[in-house]
């Protein structure tokens, strides 16, 4: 497809279990970000990939939350032993590299129970 | 680190009015300012960027300032139509591009726009 694809588009899951989220780039974007978007709230950045370089994590809120990115492409996101505090829309965005023009899906609802 | 504010955190109009939603920074090195429009239940969708070299940009009924010195931006939709509803959110980022955390946006809380018919 033409835009950011995620999947899946909605995920319900029990405290403490781990979930997957995956997030498909627009074809050629080098740099991809993944955001958490809280009920009425704005975009908390949380990690970002570009190109080969070393992922900046410096968002991630806790050591329950991983990403990697395979290939240069496809980007997995990982949250560990799920609180309820979890519970947001997860959002990836990818850009081609050297501008800044984000595209972003539209989203992963996870809700835990 | 970065710090954006924006006002209001609602706003309704009447149809063929105009919109004005203003955003402050804190980071003098921010250099790129975007704006996204944001449906219920969608991502995000970029409207319009500005960079810190531009003062001023426009596309077609939405436009951007920039005021560096005062460190704020703003964006204006003329014209209101109800398909204009929407979140609407600033952003600002010192990405040169390549590497590092310069990537990514830090993003305002957002702006509920309601144009009433």
């Known amino acids: 497809g033409a835009g950011v694809s995620q999947s899946p588009s909605n995920k319900v899951t029990e405290k403490g279990k781990d979930v997957e989220l995956r997030c498909d780039p627009i074809s050629g974007h080098t740099a991809l970000y993944w955001y958490r978007q809280s009920l009425g709230q704005g975009l908390e950045f949380l990690i970002y990939f570009q190109g080969n370089s070393a992922p900046d994590k410096s968002g991630l809120p806790s050591d329950r939350f991983s990403a990697e990115r395979t290939g240069g492409s496809v980007s997995t996101l990982t949250i560990q032993r799920t609180q309820q505090e979890d519970s947001a829309v997860y959002l990836c965005?990818?850009?081609?590299?050297?501008?800044?023009?984000?595209?972003f899906g539209d989203g992963t609802r996870l809700s835990i129970l | 680190g970065e710090n954006v504010e924006q006002h209001p955190s609602t706003l309704s109009v009447q149809e063929g009015d105009s919109a004005v939603i203003k955003c402050t920074y804190s980071d003098s090195a921010s250099n790129y300012f975007p704006w996204y429009k944001q449906e219920l239940g969608k991502g995000p969708q970029l409207i319009i960027d500005?960079?810190?070299?531009?003062g001023e940009k426009k596309d077609q009924r939405i436009a951007v300032t920039l005021n560096k010195t005062a460190k704020h931006f703003s964006l204006h939709i003329t014209e209101t139509q109800p398909e204009d509803s929407a979140v609407y959110f600033c952003?600002?980022?010192?990405?040169?591009?390549?590497?590092?955390?310069?990537?990514?946006?830090?993003f305002g809380k957002g702006t509920k726009l309601s144009v009433k018919p």
């Open positions: 500005i960079r810190s070299n531009v």
């Open positions: 965005a990818s850009s081609l590299g050297g501008k800044l023009g984000q595209h």
């Open positions: 952003a600002a980022s010192n990405g040169n591009a390549y590497g590092g955390s310069q990537g990514n946006l830090i």
